[in-house]
């Protein structure tokens, strides 16, 4: 099986239209980037073109960092006054749609460029599992919802597309292994890129106390449709071994391991705090308000083709087949 890593989301505009799961779930950690902005240092620079730096790793397309970079840049703006020049680097994979991010950058009113024209936007092609910005010059760094993203698939998982649901330990444990080595690699890296005193304010997935990260539902109803298309004929018996979804929710103990416990530093990186919370379901929140199944249906589907349908793609561009519909169906 190849060890390949996860496909940047879907291109187009489409991750930016249906990621409103990830947009109302990072709200809670806004405050923590607000207050990091207000903690960082800022030198005081006679010349006024020195820039603060921002680092925004795994953006996407963009939409979903409108919020917390306003809200930084606002923050940091009371600081260093309105000439200062402030950087906004956002950072993803070298095949994510950057053109989507700048067009929302250049053309949505919540954008933190239409207000503020001492900001620079820039972008980074690279993988945050390695280098991506000079030594010690980000002041401020900002994740969500990204480093639960493996930087390579450690094994095939023999039950499932999501290794979180498989019975197999050995796989599990590969998994965890590989969490906990990317981890700290993310860490390491973000370590040598901040300047002494930066701050840097990541949201991810976890796992509660029972050790759920919740999406079972769709979890085993996309397994499941993707057994039908197997016995269906449509994928072969080996792309459907290959389709599988690197993502890991880390436990407690697991985000802390590095440092030892919160208050623990690694690779001069410190804990300051860490918290598990519940994050709003806003697929859920509409559906309440107005008991539409087939909207609630098409929702998580849009959210589960934006998110995860590049990555297990893969698994049929890698077969060398481009002929999808030569392939045989089984008769109902």
């Given at each position: 099986?190849?060890?390949?890593?996860?496909?940047p989301?879907?291109?187009?505009?489409?991750?930016?239209?249906?990621?409103?799961?990830?947009?109302?779930?990072?709200?809670?950690?806004?405050?923590?980037?607000?207050?990091?902005?207000?903690?960082?240092?800022?030198?005081?620079?006679?010349?006024?073109?020195?820039?603060?730096?921002?680092?925004?790793?795994?953006?996407?397309?963009?939409?979903?960092?409108?919020?917390?970079?306003?809200v930084a840049?606002?923050s940091?703006?009371?600081?260093v006054?309105?000439?200062?020049?402030?950087?906004?680097?956002?950072?993803?994979?070298?095949?994510?749609?950057?053109?989507?991010?700048?067009?929302?950058?250049?053309?949505?009113?919540?954008s933190?460029?239409?207000?503020?024209?001492?900001?620079?936007?820039?972008?980074?092609?690279?993988?945050?599992?390695?280098?991506?910005?000079?030594?010690?010059?980000?002041?401020?760094?900002?994740?969500?919802?990204?480093?639960?993203?493996?930087?390579?698939?450690?094994?095939?998982?023999?039950?499932?597309?999501?290794?979180?649901?498989?019975?197999?330990?050995?796989?599990?444990?590969?998994?965890?292994?590989?969490?906990?080595?990317?981890?700290?690699?993310?860490?390491?890296?973000?370590?040598?890129?901040?300047?002494?005193?930066?701050?840097?304010?990541?949201?991810?997935?976890?796992?509660?106390?029972?050790?759920?990260?919740?999406?079972?539902?769709?979890?085993?109803?996309?397994?499941?449709?993707?057994?039908?298309?197997?016995?269906?004929?449509?994928?072969?018996?080996?792309e459907?071994?290959?389709?599988?979804?690197?993502?890991?929710?880390?436990?407690?103990s697991?985000?802390?391991?590095?440092?030892?416990?919160?208050?623990?530093?690694?690779?001069?990186?410190?804990?300051?705090?860490?918290?598990?919370?519940?994050?709003?379901?806003?697929?859920?929140?509409?559906?309440?308000?107005?008991?539409?199944?087939?909207?609630?249906?098409?929702?998580?589907?849009?959210?589960?083709?934006?998110?995860?349908?590049?990555?297990?793609?893969?698994?049929?561009?890698?077969?060398?087949?481009?002929?999808?519909?030569?392939?045989?169906?089984?008769?109902?």
């Amino acid at each position: 099986m190849p060890k390949g890593g996860p496909a940047p989301m879907e291109g187009g505009g489409a991750y930016n239209r249906h990621s409103s799961v990830q947009a109302s779930g990072l709200l809670p950690a806004i405050d923590l980037l607000e207050e990091a902005a207000k903690a960082v240092p800022v030198d005081d620079d006679s010349t006024g073109v020195k820039p603060v730096v921002i680092a925004d790793y795994g953006a996407s397309a963009g939409r979903n960092s409108l919020l917390p970079m306003a809200v930084a840049i606002a923050s940091l703006r009371d600081r260093v006054g309105a000439a200062r020049p402030i950087a906004v680097v956002h950072t993803d994979l070298p095949g994510n749609d950057f053109s989507a991010l700048f067009h929302v950058l250049e053309s949505e009113s919540q954008s933190y460029l239409a207000t503020d024209s001492s900001v620079y936007a820039s972008a980074v092609g690279r993988s945050f599992y390695g280098p991506v910005l000079p030594p010690r010059s980000v002041t401020l760094g900002w994740s969500s919802w990204a480093v639960q993203w493996l930087s390579r698939i450690p094994a095939p998982v023999p039950d499932h597309v999501q290794v979180a649901f498989s019975r197999d330990a050995l796989t599990r444990a590969e998994f965890a292994r590989q969490a906990d080595s990317d981890w700290r690699c993310f860490l390491k890296e973000r370590g040598r890129e901040l300047r002494q005193g930066g701050r840097l304010v990541v949201l991810t997935m976890a796992t509660d106390s029972t050790g759920h990260f919740g999406y079972e539902p769709l979890m085993d109803s996309m397994h499941a449709a993707l057994l039908q298309l197997r016995d269906d004929g449509f994928i072969a018996l080996e792309e459907l071994a290959r389709m599988v979804i690197p993502t890991v929710a880390r436990t407690f103990s697991e985000f802390e391991g590095p440092f030892g416990q919160v208050g623990g530093t690694f690779d001069g990186l410190r804990l300051d705090s860490l918290e598990i919370f519940f994050a709003e379901d806003r697929i859920w929140t509409e559906y309440e308000r107005s008991r539409n199944a087939d909207a609630y249906g098409a929702s998580w589907a849009a959210f589960s083709r934006a998110s995860v349908f590049p990555t297990l793609a893969q698994a049929l561009q890698s077969s060398g087949s481009s002929d999808r519909a030569a392939r045989p169906r089984r008769e109902a």
